[in-house]
């Protein structure tokens, strides 16, 4: 939460020196006297093209982060409530959809209304 308030305000600090030096920059353009600028340009155009990074660096880590989080092993356990059976699968958690999943090696489940899905962490064993 941080890191979204300190980039809302890097965001809005970056328009305010833009609009600020464009207007100084109209106002020498008709021959008007001007103070020095508070910010030099060249820093301005530094601080706004390192912004540009960190916020590229920060969407590729949550890319990343996404797409491992989905390519995670997990044991799918599936409890049939009736009769207490449990059927265990092994699946990628981004192959789980609702009642729905595929299996390490293709297979399709799909979950009746009376079975019961069970999440685990993939054992050490396999």
Do not use: C
């Not at 970056?14 to 910010?39: D, K, T, W």
């Not at 301005?44 to 660096?57: E, P, Q």
């Not at 699946?91 to 009376?114: F, K, M, P, Y």
């Amino acid at each position: 939460m941080f890191w979204k308030l300190l980039l809302t305000l890097g965001v809005i600090a970056a328009v305010y020196g833009s609009l600020r030096s464009r207007r100084r920059a109209e106002l020498i353009a008709h021959g008007q006297e001007v103070g020095p600028p508070l910010v030099p340009p060249g820093l301005m155009r530094r601080v706004a093209w390192g912004l540009i990074a960190v916020m590229l660096l920060g969407s590729a880590v949550y890319l990343v982060q996404d797409w491992l989080h989905d390519h995670q092993r997990v044991e799918v356990q599936v409890v049939n409530a009736n009769t207490g059976a449990i059927a265990r699968y092994q699946a990628h958690r981004g192959d789980i959809q609702g009642r729905r999943l595929t299996t390490l090696d293709g297979r399709e489940i799909r979950l009746a209304d009376v079975e019961r899905m069970i999440i685990l962490p993939a054992s050490s064993g396999d």
